[in-house]
C-alpha cells in the first residue's frame, strides 16, 4: 500500500476531507466531555520547523498527546539538518523510527521530496504555497457556527499566498465559492488559481468582493520569509484592510477569519478581530481539533 500523504488539500477527496471534519468533531465531542480516546497509543510524531510556530506546534504536540502517542520537536538549529544533511537522508532515517512526520519549511519541493523518501505519512504544517491544516480548523470552525460550508461565499483579503492558495484548494474540495480581492502584483500563484477558475474570482475592491459574503478572511501582508518586504508590502496592501467597511458589504451574519498571528491596523482592525463577528480564537482552537481527526486518519 502507497504511504498516505497529507501535502495539500487536493491529496485528499472530496469525501476524505469531510470523514476528517467528522472525526474531528467526534474527536472533540469525545474531550469536552471529558472522555479519554487514544486511537495512537504507542505511536509517534516527528515535528520539523524551519520557520517560527505557536499554534502549530501546539496544537499537533498535545494532540499527540490527547491522543495516546508523543511528539517530537526537531529544529535545523538542533539537528544535522541544519549542517547540510540532505532532506533525503533525513526523511530516510527519521522515518524509520517515527509513525509520521510534521513538517513546516519554505519551499514546497523540499517537502514533496521529504515525503517521497518517507516510510511513514507526512502532512504540511506550513509552505510557502500551502496550508491546508488551517484549511481543516477554518472550515470546522465555520460548520460549528453556520453549518454546512458548501456553496456558500467566501471573500479572502489580501497577499495571494500559502492561505489564500489553500483557500482556493478548498473552495474546489468543499465545493464553496471564492472572491479574492488582492493588489495587482500579489496575485496567487496562476496554476493554483486556474484549477479553480470555475468557483474563484479575482478582484482588485475589497468591499465589492465581500459583497454578500458567509465569511471574510485575511492574513498577514508579509509572510515568513519576507520580513525584508514589509516596508513595500505595507504600501501595496493599502486599502486592502479589512475594517468595518469591508465587513459591512458582507452578509450581516458573516464570519471574520485569520489563521494568526494578526497585526492589527495592518491587514485587520483591532474592531473587526475582536468584534462580535470575529471567530479567530475558535478557529485557533480548532487546529488541535482538526488535526486530532487528520492525525487519527493518517496514523491510525
Ligand atoms: N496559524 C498558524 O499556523 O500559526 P503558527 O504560525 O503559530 O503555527
Ligand atoms: N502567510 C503566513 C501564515 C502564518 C501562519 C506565513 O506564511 O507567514
Not at 465569511?215 to 498577514?220: A, E, G, H, P, S
Request: proline content about 4%; hydrophobic content about 40%; aromatic content about 8%.
Amino acid at each position: 500500500m502507497t504511504t498516505r500523504h497529507f501535502l495539500t488539500l487536493l491529496d485528499f477527496s472530496s469525501e476524505e476531507l469531510r470523514r476528517v471534519i467528522e472525526r474531528a468533531t467526534y474527536i472533540k465531542t469525545l474531550r469536552l466531555r471529558g472522555e479519554l480516546f487514544q486511537p495512537l497509543r504507542g505511536k509517534t510524531l516527528g515535528m520539523i520547523f524551519d520557520k517560527s510556530s505557536t499554534r502549530t506546534r501546539v496544537s499537533f504536540e498535545v494532540g499527540m498527546l490527547q491522543l495516546g502517542g508523543g511528539a517530537i520537536f526537531l529544529s535545523p538549529r538542533d539537528t544535522q539538518l541544519g549542517r547540510g544533511e540532505p532532506v533525503e537522508d533525513t526523511a530516510r532515517v527519521v522515518s524509520r523510527m517515527v509513525d509520521g512526520l510534521m513538517i513546516r519549511t519554505f519551499e514546497q519541493r523540499t517537502l514533496e521530496v521529504f515525503a517521497s523518501h518517507s516510510q511513514v505519512p507526512v502532512i504540511n504544517g506550513l509552505t510557502d504555497m500551502y496550508h491546508p491544516c488551517q484549511l481543516l480548523a477554518d472550515v470546522l470552525t465555520y460548520e460549528e457556527h453556520r453549518g454546512s460550508i458548501q456553496g456558500r461565499q467566501v471573500t479572502w483579503v489580501g497577499d495571494g499566498n500559502n492561505m489564500c492558495h489553500s483557500y482556493i484548494n478548498a473552495a474546489i474540495r468543499f465545493d464553496f465559492r471564492l472572491n479574492i480581492a488582492c493588489p495587482a502584483g500579489y496575485d496567487p500563484d496562476p496554476d493554483v488559481l486556474a484549477r479553480g477558475a470555475d468557483r474563484v474570482t479575482l478582484l482588485r475592491d475589497p468591499v465589492a468582493a465581500a459583497a454578500g459574503a458567509d465569511l471574510v478572511v485575511t492574513d498577514v501582508w508579509a509572510s515568513m520569509g519576507q520580513e525584508e518586504e514589509q516596508r513595500e508590502r505595507a504600501a501595496a496592501f493599502r486599502g486592502f484592510q479589512v475594517n468595518a467597511e469591508v465587513m459591512a458589504a458582507a452578509k450581516p451574519d458573516a464570519l471574520f477569519m485569520h489563521c494568526l498571528p494578526a497585526h492589527r491596523g495592518e491587514e485587520v482592525t483591532a474592531e473587526v478581530l475582536e468584534g462580535p463577528q470575529s471567530v479567530v480564537w475558535e478557529e485557533a482552537e480548532n487546529r488541535l481539533h482538526a488535526q486530532n481527526g487528520l492525525l487519527e486518519f493518517l496514523l491510525a
